[in-house]
């Protein structure tokens, strides 16, 4: 029989010894990247209540750059992630914070930058059996789960866009399962979260982002 360090599978879908803090962490990481949208150059993980305390020897850390870099929970390159950013000319670090006793505890907020200076923020909680909520993106509240192909719309906060994103999704014949406006501000920057029942065609954003005067970015995120 082969040796198994701690990294390998421990289970069907999953490289680590821990659906929360490896999968789980996996997962956010890959939220992280397809938001992106573009070559990432510099991440730092703020890891905050039993991340902070156990991401060495849970493989969080493995896990979370596992994700920026795009692999799957159960991708076995998770064991040397580290190796591979580097060679990617990644940067990354990992700090120990307290983000309030509002978070789940196994949270980590993810800040990257990518080569053309753009510069993204989540927040995302591992709640079990990897599963995920994300609950910021760039300081806006929000909620998804990624459980769902997700359709995530930044678009200005007028009248017209809601009507202008649910018509385009019918008109590609999707089913709506869950969706959500979030914002700050009335009249300012809003996101739109439509998770569906359905694995959403390229066209639908296309159709979205046809809308300039409304919709400013639109992007999947598919599990």
Not at 47 to 65: I, N, Q, R
Not at 74 to 100: C, H, M, P, Q
Not at 195 to 212: F, G
Request: overall charge neutral.
């Amino acid at each position: 029989m082969s040796d198994y360090s701690i990294f390998d599978v421990v289970g069907p879908n999953m490289i680590g010894p821990s659906s929360s803090h490896t999968a789980g962490a996996c997962r956010i990481g890959m939220i992280a990247h397809k938001l992106a949208k573009d070559e990432i150059n510099e991440v730092i993980f703020y890891l905050h209540g039993s991340f902070k305390e156990t991401y060495k020897g849970h493989g969080t850390d493995k896990a979370l750059v596992g994700g920026i870099l795009g692999f799957m929970p159960d991708d076995k390159r998770i064991r040397t992630s580290f190796d591979i950013a580097k060679e990617k000319g990644i940067k990354f670090e990992f700090e120990k914070v307290d983000l309030g006793s509002d978070y789940h505890s196994n949270t980590v907020k993810i800040v990257l930058k990518t080569v053309s200076n753009k510069v993204i923020s989540i927040v995302g909680s591992s709640i079990g059996g990897g599963n995920v909520k994300v609950v910021e993106i760039n300081g806006l509240k929000v909620e998804f789960s990624g459980f769902y192909p997700t359709i995530i719309v930044k678009q200005r906060d007028l009248p017209g866009a809601a009507a202008h994103i649910t018509n385009s999704i019918a008109e590609n014949k999707i089913n709506i399962a869950f969706m959500s406006i979030f914002r700050n501000e009335k009249g300012k920057i809003a996101f739109t979260v439509v998770e569906a029942d359905d694995k959403i065609p390229t066209k639908v954003i296309d159709d979205i982002k046809s809308n300039k005067d409304l919709i400013e970015d639109c992007f999947i995120v598919e599990l």
